[in-house]
């Protein structure tokens, strides 16, 4: 299985770099730069600081997003009288677009990196507080009624019953977030920063300069599937029994 994972994703590389280097020689301008080219751009110092600065925005704004939603999510799940009140604020504030937020952002928290973090932990925490409500919710009561009746307490009941049972919905939306998060980071790093995968994108496209552009694009895609493969190995480690 991982054999034939890992010749998929080669083959997948190859046939991209294939059509990278054909529409690089067909496409006029130098607009598409060869992936020699662009291999050169890496060698740069400005990339390895930048992507580091993104990373770092992004895996705190998922670490706070976890902190409060997952928590939030499994006690509403599990608590009608309080989901009741609450939920409905959930769901009439999910639909809202919370970029539109990032100049509020801006105003309260200043243009450092505060500002961008937070509004990536807001886009993802409605993500993963529904998933993870939804997941609670579905926990089935003969589960938790035998434990209550072996004399398990409150605690007890989330730390066997409710969050191993929820554990692949929250990782499910966990992965989904990451793609979220990244692209809102672009969105977050062209304003108002000097430092970032995406002010290194929005300069390098301002200056011509192909090369690095592609090297800010590939290295924001770069980030999303370390992070997404992150999540993969979590999965597989904490819910083997999910895939049998």
């Known amino acids: 299985m991982k054999r034939q994972r890992y010749f998929t994703g080669i083959l997948a590389s190859l046939i991209l770099l294939g059509i990278w280097v054909i529409m ?4 006029s301008g ?7 080219a662009v291999a050169k751009a890496f060698t740069m110092k400005s ?8 990373m770092g925005r992004v895996v705190v704004s998922l670490t706070l997003a976890i902190l409060i939603a997952v928590p939030l999510g499994l006690f509403l799940g599990q608590s009608p009288r309080w989901d009741k009140w609450i939920a409905p604020l ?23 990196n505060i500002s961008k973090v937070a509004l990536i932990a807001l886009v993802v925490f409605y993500q993963i507080l529904v998933t993870t409500r939804d997941g609670s919710r579905s926990v089935k009561k003969p589960f938790i009624d035998a434990l209550v009746t072996l004399g398990g307490s409150t605690l007890d009941i989330y ?12 990782l ?12 809102i980071l672009f969105f977050v790093e062209s304003f108002a920063t000097r430092n970032g ?6 300069d390098a496209w301002g200056m011509a300069d192909y090369p690095m552009m592609f090297v800010g694009i590939i290295g924001m895609s770069v980030l999303g599937i370390f992070l997404y493969e992150i999540v993969e190995i979590m999965e597989r480690r904490l819910c083997k029994w999910a895939q049998l």
């Open 172 to 183: 499910t939306s966990l992965r989904i977030s990451i793609g979220t998060s990244v692209a």
């Open 90 to 112: 959930i769901f009439l504030t999910y639909p809202i677009p919370k970029i539109v937020f990032l100049p509020i952002f801006f105003i309260l928290l200043g243009i450092g």
């Open 47 to 54: 990339f390895a600081p930048n992507f580091l600065v993104s």
């Open 197 to 202: 995968l995406g002010n290194l994108i929005l």
């Open 24 to 27: 690089s020689l067909t496409v």
């Open 159 to 170: 730390r066997h019953v409710v969050i191993p049972a929820c554990l692949p919905a929250i």
């Open 30 to 36: 130098g607009i598409i730069p060869t992936p020699i």
